[in-house]
Each structure stands twice: as structure tokens, then as C-alpha cells.
């Protein structure tokens, strides 16, 4: 592979965030075919926060409207961030997850070999998802928000749980198609149902990568996909969240890290556990059939192994007979104020918190090549 250094350097710099990057050289050819080399090259002095475009170009060596070109094509494959802060053009590096991955496969039109890197993306799905995330230690990204029929009349329901809420306070919501699914490919379940909330879905849409939709959409995509089984898992903060995926845990990551290699405990979670009422219950199977997790047995009555349940709600709206329901998780799992906290402490739980921190400013030539 042509200028593989680069590539290698890259890779080693992705994989100090929270996610982390693959190893081996699939990832390096999923880099080379996302990144031409000067892309790669320039990459490797960006942050993974914002930083001001004079501050990178500094730090290349590069006059301002030569890094500008470079950045903003980087920013059209959905792989770099962008955005103007009191006229001051801004880019950010993307993580892996979430962005290098999805944001690329997302922008059908992007010029590249679609078919090989699906194929490389596919083959990481099936064989490296886990081995990356149980190196040293992982704190999920995800939480699940359960059906909101289920939850909404609850007393002791927090407005964090509420998908509607995001919804209706979100100054801008995008829908595009799920990368997961279009790589892996293994359901028909609808593609284009994961929405982007905030400015990250501006972004998205300006780039091509997503479109804007109304709040009225945005619901009824939420109720199609949980029509179709799929588990609406959103960013593990509390404030504010950037997505809102719609999974299914045969195409995706999040959930199949616990349904193909049984990491169970790897799994994103809502605030709920589904019980059941046993005098209620029918043994009619409906809920086994509905949970996406593997995690209800009927045989008398229905039982809930709440060592997989993730509290989606999907079976109660399958129960004929009203007889499951949505309890507390106890203890509640943890949710994060925003971002920085949850990438705070993933890194620290990872073992790569000093060379993080390291990538949050702007490194100069000189740095990158030693």
C-alpha cells in the first residue's frame, strides 16, 4: 500500500480515543480507501475538538487557503467536522465511532469504492468488534431510550428516557441511512431511520450526508422503526445527545457485541427492566419472538433474564395479554452530563487518558513526524 506510514500513524492516533481504531491491515486499507495521503497527512495535526483554521494550518505548515481546501473536502466524506464560530471556520477530526465509519458509507454519491469498503467494514463487524473493546476496558457510548408508550405515563419516569423530548427541544433533526445495516446487511429492516440531533445534524445535511426533517418526521420514524423491532439507542449523556440510532442486533455494533460474541455486559442499557406478571402472562411466546436481545424464555409463564434485558420496551406492545411491564433498573445506570465527561471517563477506563489528551490540540508537523 502506497504511503502506508501514514495510514499507520492515523490509525495509531484513532485508536487513543474513546472507541478506538482495528488493528491489522483491513483498517489500513479502510483508511487509504477513505483518506488520499495528503488527507491522511493533514489529519494527523487535527485535534479531536475544534480548533480554528489558521491554528491548523500553522501546525501543518500550510498557507490558510490550501489547509481550507484540503479540511473542507475531508469535511464533505463526513470525516472531518466543521462549523463557523463567530466567522472563524473551525474543524475537528471525527473518532472512528462515531463518524469515520458511518458518515462515509451514509453518502452514497461520495467517489470512492463503496463495494470494497463495505466488504472491509462487514469483515470488522464479524470479526473485531469485540477484540477491540475488551483490550483494556469500555464504557458503552449508548443507552437505550425505551418505547415511549411505554414509559411516558410513569411517575417516576426522568425526561432523559423520553425520546419525544429530544425530539421536540432539538433545533435541528437529520435522518440518513444506517451504516450498519447498509454494511453488514443481514435484515430488511428500514435503512433510513438514524437521526441526527443538533448541529451535528446541520453538518450533515449541509455535507450531503443526511437530510433535515421536521419534528412530526422525526416521530414517525421512531414509531416505524420500533413497528419493525428496532431499538432506539441514543449518545449516553444527559444534557444533550448528538444521535439518535434505530438497531437492530444483527447488523448492529452496539448491540451485536453482545448477541454475536456475548458480551452481554458490553451492552447499552435503558433505566428499565421489563417483568413479568405470571397470573397475567399466557405462555403465547409473543415476547420471546419480539425481544431483540435473546433475553425472555417462556415455557409456563415468560421469564426475563435481566442479565441481557436493555429495557426497550418492544415486548410490551407484543403482549397480548398486558402482562409485562416496565420496571426500574436497580442500580440505575450511570448517564453522563455530555460528551467530554463520557469521553473522560472511557479513556480512563481504556488506559489511553494521557495520550487522549494529547489529541485535543492542534499537533505541529514536527510533532506528528517524531
Partial sequence: ???????????????????GAPKGDDFLEILSIIFTPEEADLALVLPFIPAPLAEIAEGA?????????????????????????????????FTVL???????????????DHERLHALWRKYHKEGWED?????????????????EEVSAKKEVLPRDIINKYIDEAKYISVGICSCRTVVGACDAPKEVCLGIGYGAKFLAE?????????????????????????????NTDEKIEFICNCCPCCCG????????GRYDLRPVSAYLADVDDDACTACASCEEVCPMRAIEVNDAAVVDPEKCIGCGLCISKCPGEAIFLK?????????KDLREWGTAAVAVKGTAEAFMKELAVKPKHEKES
Fill in 328 to 336: 426500574k433498573r436497580i442500580p440505575e445506570p450511570k448517564v453522563y
Fill in 132 to 148: 477491540m473493546r475488551k483490550s483494556k476496558g469500555y464504557i458503552s457510548m449508548g443507552r437505550v431510550l425505551p418505547v415511549e
Fill in 207 to 235: 455535507r450531503g450526508i443526511a437530510r433535515l426533517i421536521d419534528k412530526e418526521e422525526a416521530k414517525q420514524i421512531i414509531k416505524k422503526a420500533h413497528d419493525a423491532g428496532l431499538v432506539s439507542t441514543a449518545t
Fill in 1 to 19: 500500500m502506497a504511503d502506508a506510514n501514514v495510514y499507520r500513524k492515523l490509525r495509531d492516533k484513532l485508536s487513543v480515543t474513546p472507541m
Fill in 98 to 112: 462515531p463518524g469515520i465509519f458511518e458518515f462515509p458509507v451514509m453518502k452514497k454519491s461520495l467517489p470512492i
Fill in 61 to 93: 505548515g500550510m498557507d490558510v487557503a490550501g489547509a481550507e481546501k484540503i479540511l473542507n473536502g475531508m469535511a464533505d466524506k463526513g470525516v472531518v467536522y466543521t462549523f463557523l464560530y463567530e466567522g472563524t471556520p473551525m474543524y475537528m477530526l
Fill in 254 to 261: 452496539m448491540l451485536g457485541v453482545a448477541t454475536k460474541h
